[in-house]
């Protein structure tokens, strides 16, 4: 009985282990820029959404609601939450069937995204499933703040245990930006990046040394420390002072290339420092001007070049996404985006969301204003409440590639520069970066013609976004039409 009992734990512990390194380990890279460090004095996030397989994002704009007492929610393993009297509503970018994939942003300007990171916790305490999927949804709905968004993912996290391995969600708003680390069961801790620093996550826990005296900046469960001693993680006579990075980490996460490929480069360049595979890389970092929206695009579209890294070795070699180190835009990329969070102009311009479908190296990044009320069809199946409820449930009918849906305009934009890079990519580079500077000055001038309608009248003006963003989007469908023909 003890011999069958070792043998089914280890087939557990190999097909959770083997099910992260296949799907869910070396994927999605977060740019995190304090109010204080960038261009605009916002804080900015930028998040790649990388997930292989065939995948299609679409997106969706869900309005606030009011609940009754008896109302609740039902997690995707059957425990259930009571609603709140009211739901903040949200703009919602969605990826049908993924667990771990969806981004939010809530009409209180706050955002929730997020990073693989697995932990060495295998088992974990779980209550009644315990939760995942409907987390950031959750957050999203009741957050009227980063810090309110943090301390409730973590009361979620002690109530019901998390069910992945591991995870680090980036809850932002327009003061500030944290990062909350979560192990599998009922451990977790955030730390607040600073206003004048930025960060970059790859996929393994960066939140490091941790004392907890200051909980303005640190916050974490209450025995996240006795219980990584009580496991033998960590011995505080042997380790000395407690580094969660280390402490709660798989092991193979932080010696992999494919992470610390990534946040060298990444760290290099936004900190302008030449630094080496094998350094000790930063929490975060002070930049040495003030980051940009092109800063952040440079980063997020790196490939590698120029470093020992590119097995494409300059492109002659046939595409850089197929490096055996994962670079930051990588095969599996199905989304790129940047949200600035604004202040001092309305939310509804102010939320400025910069949205690069598919692989931003090849596609331009559209701006998008949170107080856009109807998303252009192409780039949504349903209504926000059809969609939550068939998020799951989707067939396999979804990735046929028909003309009404213009996520595939951009795919097929992506896999024709793939079938030959060293001749296309060059060509693309320079139609995107005109898109992007066309891009870059519409939104400027809209904004000053949606303030001048805004302060006579809203709902005109909130009318004006979606006339907008259809705008923008045709104009993007174009040029991966002539792009394609050429």
Known sequence: MKRLYILVTAIFCFSILYGQNKNDEFNCSTIIVGRKASYSGSVIVSHNEDDDGDQIVNFYKSPSRNYSSSDFITLKEGAKVPRTAHSFGFFWMEMPGQDFSDSY????????????????????????????????????????????????AGTLIEKFGYNGSGRTYIIADRDEAWMISIVRGKHWIAKKVP??????IP??????????KDTSDIIASKDIVEYAIKRG????ERDGKFNFRTVYSSE??????????????????????????EDEFPFSFKPPHKITLDDIIL?????YEGTYLDDSKGYTKGTPHNNKAQDICQSGQQLSFIVEFRKNIPWDIGGRIWIAPRRGCVNAYMPFYYGITEIPKSLTMDTPEKAFEMHFKRTKAIYNRVDSMSWWSFVAVAEYVDADFINRYPLRKIQKEELQRLYFNQADQFEKDFLNVFNKDQE????????????????ALSDNKSFLSK
């Not at 995204?113 to 209550?127: A, H, K, Q, V």
């Not at 993680?233 to 505080?236: N, S």
């Not at 996460?253 to 302008?272: A, K, P, Y």
Request: aromatic share 8%; hydrophobic share 35%; charged share 25%.
């Open 252 to 277: 193979n996460n932080l010696t992999t290339i494919d992470n610390i490929g990534r946040m060298w480069v990444g760290v290099s360049m936004l900190s302008g420092k030449k630094l080496k595979t």
């Open 203 to 212: 996929n393994y826990y960066t939140i490091g040394e941790a004392d907890f």
């Open 460 to 475: 005109r003006a909130r009318k004006m976004i979606n006339e907008f963003e259809n705008i923008i989007l045709e104009k």
């Open 105 to 152: 942003i809530n009409e209180k300007g706050v955002l929730i995204t997020s990073n693989s990171t697995p932990s060495r916790e295998l088992f974990g305490e779980i209550t009644d499933g315990g939760i995942g999927y409907e987390l950031r949804k959750i957050v999203a709905e009741r957050a009227q703040s980063a810090r309110q968004g943090v301390e409730l």
């Open 233 to 236: 993680w960590y011995k505080p």
């Open 195 to 200: 206003d004048d620093e930025v960060a970059y």
């Open 299 to 303: 980063v997020q579209n790196n490939h």
